[in-house]
């Protein structure tokens, strides 16, 4: 069984500074991907950034990174320049094929 | 610019009472998906759809059923509402892109049951 786990309840940053949020999972495959979501306040989940497993660059949005480890299934997501509107539960995700699996989320709330 | 939306943001409910949890997308999506989020335990699935008229059972599926008539609408039901059942349910649907099931969810609808 695919597991995900988010060891951070919990997090806090102060506007503009770098923040990481961590994930670790456990697969049997070989071939899966990984998401992180993020869940405003009262608001719709949204697609904050995908990896596959198969490349080894790390995938980038803006100002959202991840550093993907595979052989230490590690998915950490990295905020830089932190905003108010990064206030949100974050949630890591692995897909396999139509498996899709959840860690139970990280509350991330960015300070004045 | 809603592409899935759930008809019921907040619904109270009496414990015994049947409970329809309507969600309809409008991106012409094959893969629906219900979802409950309960805090410390992240999204868990429930059931889901890769067709019309098709239903795959998800990790906790005791208690509820589901209905994909038309492609675009699938609905949650709780036939015998259980206090239990008190949480955050999640509609989402998807498009493989890249191989990758991403998903795009709905609002969501907070159940309480009485």
């Known amino acids: 069984a695919q597991t995900v786990t988010q060891s951070q309840p919990e997090m806090s940053v102060q506007e503009a500074e770098t923040v990481t949020l961590s994930c670790t999972y456990d697969?049997?495959?070989?071939?899966?991907?990984l998401f992180w979501y993020k869940q405003p306040p009262s608001r719709q989940m949204i697609l904050v950034i995908r990896q596959e497993a198969y490349k080894q660059q790390n995938a980038t949005e803006n100002r959202f990174s991840v550093n993907f480890q595979k052989a230490a299934k590690s998915f950490s997501l990295k905020i830089s320049d932190s905003q108010l509107g990064d206030t949100a539960m974050y949630f890591c995700?692995?897909?396999?094929?139509?498996?899709?699996?959840f860690g139970a989320g990280t509350r991330l709330t960015v300070k004045p | 610019d809603v592409k899935v939306t759930q008809s019921s943001r907040y619904l109270v409910k009496r414990t015994g009472e049947k409970v329809f949890l309507e969600c309809v997308q409008d991106m012409d999506h094959e893969n629906m998906f219900w979802y409950r989020q309960d805090p410390g335990l992240g999204l868990r699935l429930i059931y889901f759809s890769y067709d019309v008229k098709m239903k795959e059972k998800g990790d906790i599926p005791e208690g509820y059923s589901v209905s994909r008539e038309k492609k675009e609408r699938f609905s949650l039901i709780l036939e015998s509402a259980s206090t239990n059942q008190t949480s955050m349910y999640l509609c989402a649907s998807s498009l493989w892109s890249a191989g990758a099931n991403v998903l795009t969810f709905g609002a969501g609808s907070r159940l309480t049951v009485l």
């Open positions: 697969t049997s495959e070989n071939n899966y991907y």
């Open positions: 995700a692995l897909n396999n094929n139509n498996d899709m699996r």
